[in-house]
């Protein structure tokens, strides 16, 4: 099988090798040919320190590459998903897969990375979600990881676990490809959350309860938005947000670390260097919210943190002295 990834951050890189790997001919799309000289010269990306790519994978700055490919795996940002749709969709056949490993939602239109690419791209051929909690750095080293393939075409959905899963990759199908492609975009946003608790010094009794009544929140929306439960319970919905909101890979984290310790939110995200989607998603998160009439607390404080100038410790009293609930009697309990 011919794939081709396009987008050469680490994400994009560590899936490239994966394919490699599983004897795939693979190819890695730079936007920037420089780039894509120097790292197939080196043999390294300096996103992804430490770790040298394999001789078999192919580095490219011509979307030329594109012709034949049977599965073509768009890793750009989410704020360049969009062009990159318009992009490769001259080159889509209609049994080409197109996989979507992006994670967030379009701002104003609210659109999830699956329905820009289906827009972008005429719907021409079958589009797959693949999420989960999965760090670039410790899929390129081979630790073992788990994720969802989504689409409601099983057989789509199949095509990309057969073309991923190995014996350190494990690929899960479901098609449900809303609740995991909402829980991939509102995961970030909570991890900014958890970062600003603990640049704050807070404990971890404030993150789980943090992270616990996320949940609670994302499901809400989830659901109203035609996600199912267990989507939320599983490894696209709670298991990326353990991992988003415990580690220092995580750039959400890392900046909401920084705002929570009194840099301002432009400061945190120029000091953590690449693109902190949580930022981007807060924004749609709150306007989707507001749009389908759903309540979610800890989405709305960070969103005014981010775009209002409201004080991260003023989060607390904010979300602690709300009105009384009982957990087990609201529409959604986890």
């Known amino acids: 099988m011919k794939a081709v990834v396009l987008g050469s951050g680490a994400w994009g890189t560590a899936l ?17 040919g420089e780039k894509a000289a120097q790292v197939e010269k080196t043999r390294l990306n300096p996103q992804l320190p430490g770790v040298t790519l394999p001789e078999a994978l192919h580095l490219t700055g011509d979307l030329g590459v594109l012709e034949g490919a049977d599965m073509v795996v768009c890793a750009a940002p989410s704020f360049a998903v969009r062009e990159t749709g318009e992009k490769v969709a001259p080159y889509l056949r209609r049994d080409s897969i197109l996989v979507s490993v992006s994670k967030g939602i379009e701002r104003d239109t609210n659109l999830r990375m699956s329905q820009i690419l289906q827009e972008t791209t005429g719907n021409i051929c079958k589009v797959v979600a693949l999420s989960g909690p999965s760090h670039a750095e410790e899929v390129s080293r081979q630790m073992p990881t788990g994720c969802v393939a989504a689409c409601p075409d099983r057989a789509a959905a199949r095509f990309v ?32 959350s958890c970062g600003i608790s603990d640049g704050l010094g807070l404990g971890d009794n404030t993150k ?127």
């Open 16 to 32: 490239a090798m994966v394919l490699t790997g599983n004897g795939h001919e693979t190819w890695l799309w730079s936007h920037n």
């Open 161 to 192: 676990q057969d073309a991923f899963m190995n014996d350190y990759f494990r690929i899960y199908t479901s098609y449900d490809i809303v609740g995991v492609e909402l829980s991939a975009a509102l995961k970030n946003v909570i991890a900014l």
């Open 208 to 334: 789980a309860l943090l992270m616990t009544r996320a949940m609670a929140e994302i499901t809400r929306l989830g659901e109203d938005m035609g996600g199912t439960r267990r989507t939320f319970g599983g490894l696209a919905g709670m298991g990326d947000l353990i991992v988003t909101c415990t580690s220092m890979h995580s750039r959400n984290r890392r900046a909401g670390i920084l705002i929570g310790q009194g840099k301002s939110v432009q400061e945190a995200m120029e000091e953590v260097g690449a693109v902190v989607e949580g930022y981007y998603a807060a924004e749609s998160v709150h306007q989707l919210a507001e749009r389908e009439g759903v309540e979610m607390p800890i989405c709305r404080c960070i969103y005014e943190v981010l775009y209002c100038g409201m004080q991260a410790r003023d989060v607390i009293p904010c979300l602690m002295n709300r009105a009384k609930k009982d957990e087990l009697l609201e529409k959604t309990w986890m």
